[in-house]
């Protein structure tokens, strides 16, 4: 079965500081997209990074970059700069080939403090 | 961005009835959208799979019969609950994916919160 591990239900980070989401992922297929949601008290999906398998070069949007370490099938969120709005569910998940249909971690909470 | 939109956000409904909730892309023509579950603090659970024009594929342990999806075009699908049980009570997730993006980046809807008394 295709699973996504996220091993960390819980974390804390000071704001400003910087914190890394894990999370690891099992799968035989060699096309495949991984991705980073994150899920406010709103409920609202929000789309953070998204890394092509094929890609070597680990992806950035600002604040947030990604360790992807495909031979170890890892995918960690790094949040720089953390801000009080970064608080927040952080689900790890990928899609595979053609299908596009999401396999999702259990989650992590981030909690931010002030 | 590409925006998705769910009505109802709330519905409470007594059990026995049924309850339909529109998933609607508003700029953009999904081919494909999804329908997800999820209970307090727990992570989003596929339930199916709709493409326009087609039968949903459910996914294993979803009753098709409970859960009518229908996809009737490319910016709208439908998820109704059937004969709704208070176990049905849940937060309810769409998504749809763009139309030939590489990508297969799937956009979210709002929710909708099921509670059934």
């Known amino acids: 079965a295709q699973t996504v591990t996220q091993s960390q239900p819980e974390m804390s980070v000071q704001e400003a500081e910087t914190v890394t989401l894990s999370c690891t992922y099992d799968t035989s297929e060699s096309d495949y997209y991984l991705f980073w949601y994150k899920q406010p008290p709103s409920r609202q999906m929000i789309l953070v990074i998204r890394q092509e398998a094929y890609k070597q070069q680990n992806a950035t949007e600002n604040r947030f970059s990604v360790n992807f370490q495909k031979a170890a099938k890892s995918f960690s969120l790094k949040i720089s700069d953390s801000q009080l709005g970064d608080a927040a569910m952080y689900f790890c998940a990928y899609t595979i080939g053609a299908g596009n249909m999401l396999t999702f971690g259990g989650g992590t909470r981030l909690m931010v403090k002030p | 961005g590409a925006v998705v939109s769910q009505h109802p956000s709330r519905v409470i409904c007594k059990s026995g009835t049924s309850v339909k909730i529109e998933c609607r892309s508003l700029?953009?023509?999904?081919?494909?959208m999804f329908w997800y579950r999820q209970f307090p603090k727990q992570s989003l659970m596929l339930m199916a799979t709709s493409n326009e024009g087609s039968k949903a594929t459910y996914e294993q342990g979803v009753e098709k019969d409970k859960f009518l999806i229908n996809h009737a075009s490319l910016t709208l699908s439908t998820l109704t609950v059937t004969s709704a049980h208070p176990e049905d009570s849940s937060f309810y997730i769409c998504?749809?994916?763009?139309?030939?993006?590489?990508?297969?980046?799937?956009?979210f809807g709002p929710g909708t919160r099921l509670t059934v008394l």
């Open positions: 998504s749809a994916s763009l139309v030939g993006l590489a990508g297969r980046e799937q956009f």
């Open positions: 700029d953009f023509q999904a081919t494909t």
